[in-house]
């Protein structure tokens, strides 16, 4: 028997794209999941558009303020119903197994979080940029040097890890949830095939973006994750060196990241 999963889709202003991300996981040959998609004051068609699907494992949250993706993800938390948490913003998309492969492989392994690797593609979605290959396992402080879990790939088991709930910081909210997860001594493991693929757009190119996600791992370091000043010094090298070439290695160039 398929337990379900809850798959979390926080959206805001996302009518350009939202019905392809909405395709991708009715498309899934893992058929027991619910698809919760909150929707974070929009102030476009994203609503009338997620309505004028009638399947019934699509659930609609309305908020009547913005929350930001954090909040957003929380509440879909909140209400989900699933044994499994997976996530997908609005404007990425998932492969036809990705669910099924997952679900069997945290199975196998008897892990508690489970991410793969992923494509990224650009803006229209017409040209495949680069893949983000992932190890086969990681470990807290493998984590902190190298933040490479997509959180469009992450599926938590929430028998194993209880409700999680994701920090109200922007910008890290994501690694910030998996490295808690990891520190109580939770397993993770990759699938180190492609299974979703992340759309680069034009704002999350920019390098004033990267010099704000590099301060926002900092936060996570000394704040959420309590990390003296000596060990967030020796991690965040690492991390900086490991996403420079993460960031080479999907399309980008010397001259955007400075």
């Keep these: 028997m398929l337990e379900q999963v809850s798959v979390i889709m926080p ?9 392809s991300a909405i395709d991708s996981v009715l498309e899934q040959s893992y058929t027991q999941f619910e698809l919760l998609i909150i929707d974070d004051c929009s102030d476009d ?18 908020l009547e303020e913005n929350t930001g993706a954090s909040g957003a993800r929380n509440l879909g938390i909140a209400k989900a119903k699933g044994r499994y948490i997976a996530f997908l913003d609005s404007d990425d998309l998932w492969k036809q197994d990705k669910l099924m492969k997952q679900i069997l492989f945290m199975k196998e392994q008897d892990i508690a979080l489970c991410y793969s690797a992923y494509e990224v593609m650009n803006v229209e979605g017409e040209q495949i940029t680069g893949i983000v290959d992932v190890p086969s396992n990681i470990t807290y402080k493998q984590l902190l040097k190298n933040t490479i879990i997509g959180c469009l790939t992450v599926v938590i ?8 709930e ?11 949830t998996w490295l808690s997860i990891l520190r109580v001594g939770h397993k993770a493991a990759g699938v180190t095939e492609v299974l979703a693929c992340y759309r680069k757009t034009h704002t999350s190119s920019l390098s004033s973006n990267k010099l704000n996600m590099a301060k926002q791992i900092w936060q996570v370091y000394r704040y959420d994750q309590k990390l003296s000043l000596l060990q967030s010094a020796f991690y965040f090298p690492c991390y900086v060196w490991n996403g420079f070439f993460k960031h080479i290695r999907t399309g980008g160039s010397i001259r955007t990241i400075r």
């Design 11 to 19: 959206a805001y202003n996302s009518e350009q794209y939202i019905r």
């Design 45 to 62: 068609r994203t609503s009338k558009i997620v309505k004028e699907y009638t399947d019934k494992r699509i659930k609609l949250i309305q």
């Design 157 to 164: 088991d929430t028998k194993k890890t209880g409700k999680v």
């Design 166 to 176: 994701m920090p109200s910081f922007k910008g890290a909210e994501d690694t910030a």
